[in-house]
């Protein structure tokens, strides 16, 4: 398989100053802080010089449904310099399969599972298709029920059929050029930390 990149979400605004950590008005889904939101712009200024051939490639972005991971993708593609980037379909995909781990409080309440709908339709200047966009190859990708705890098993699990789908999406002949940019949540850069280099506990830096 061709490399994908798997990035974490940005500064986070309740991790932030004093100021921004009283401004947060919902514990479960904080937003970015400022430095967040420059982290991720400065993030997609340097994929956008490591990427070879970019102005060929066709940039396909998943973004986990959090909010902090919206404003994450909505400032890579700033920093991206978006007039000279393709977006594969025109679209930033919003995937449920990249959320958080159900075992944190912070997790997304049911209600609250789709929000990217609304963030969407509030920044359709940047986002060229505005609807939630679900990855079709995602599609037999369903979260556990309601109530149930995921273990550190399941979520290796859930990473390595969320790669296997991308493997078998990017072998397709015509995908060639497609570069996969995953954001999530660090639960899911540390699963990989472990199972790829062996590494736990590590300590996992915003947008890394």
């Given at each position: 398989?061709?490399?994908?990149?798997?990035?974490?979400?940005?500064?986070?605004?309740?991790?932030?100053?004093?100021?921004?950590?009283?401004?947060?008005?919902?514990?479960?889904?904080?937003?970015?802080?400022?430095?967040?939101?420059?982290q991720a712009f400065l993030t997609g200024q340097s994929l956008y010089s490591q990427i070879s051939d970019i102005s060929n490639k066709?940039?396909?972005?998943?973004?986990?449904?959090?909010?902090?991971?919206?404003?994450?993708?909505?400032?890579?593609?700033?920093?991206f310099r978006e007039s000279y980037i393709n977006l594969y379909n025109n679209k930033v995909y919003v995937e449920d399969c990249l959320?958080?781990?159900?075992?944190?409080?912070?997790?997304?309440?049911?209600?609250?599972?789709?929000?990217?709908?609304?963030?969407?339709?509030?920044?359709?200047?940047?986002?060229?298709?505005?609807?939630?966009?679900?990855?079709?190859?995602f599609s037999h990708l369903i979260r556990s029920k309601d109530g149930l705890l995921e273990t550190w098993e399941q979520g290796v699990?859930?990473?390595?059929?969320?790669?296997?789908?991308?493997?078998?999406?990017?072998?397709?002949?015509?995908?060639?050029?497609?570069?996969?940019?995953?954001?999530?949540?660090?639960?899911?850069?540390?699963?990989?930390?472990?199972?790829?280099?062996?590494?736990?506990?590590?300590?996992?830096?915003?947008?890394?």
């Open positions: 398989m061709k490399g994908i990149y798997i990035l974490r979400h940005g500064h986070r605004m309740d991790h932030g100053n004093i100021t921004e950590r009283k401004s947060v008005t919902n514990k479960y889904d904080p937003p970015l802080s400022s430095i967040g939101a420059y066709r940039l396909l972005l998943i973004s986990s449904p959090y909010l902090r991971c919206l404003q994450t993708t909505e400032s890579l593609v700033q920093g959320r958080e781990s159900e075992n944190f409080p912070n997790c997304l309440t049911k209600d609250e599972d789709y929000q990217a709908l609304t963030f969407f339709n509030e920044n359709d200047l940047l986002f060229l298709n505005t609807e939630y966009n679900q990855f079709e190859p699990h859930r990473l390595n059929r969320i790669i296997e789908a991308l493997n078998s999406f990017l072998s397709i002949k015509g995908n060639e050029d497609i570069v996969p940019i995953l954001v999530t949540h660090g639960y899911f850069t540390n699963v990989i930390y472990q199972k790829y280099f062996g590494i736990s506990n590590q300590k996992n830096h915003y947008c890394a």
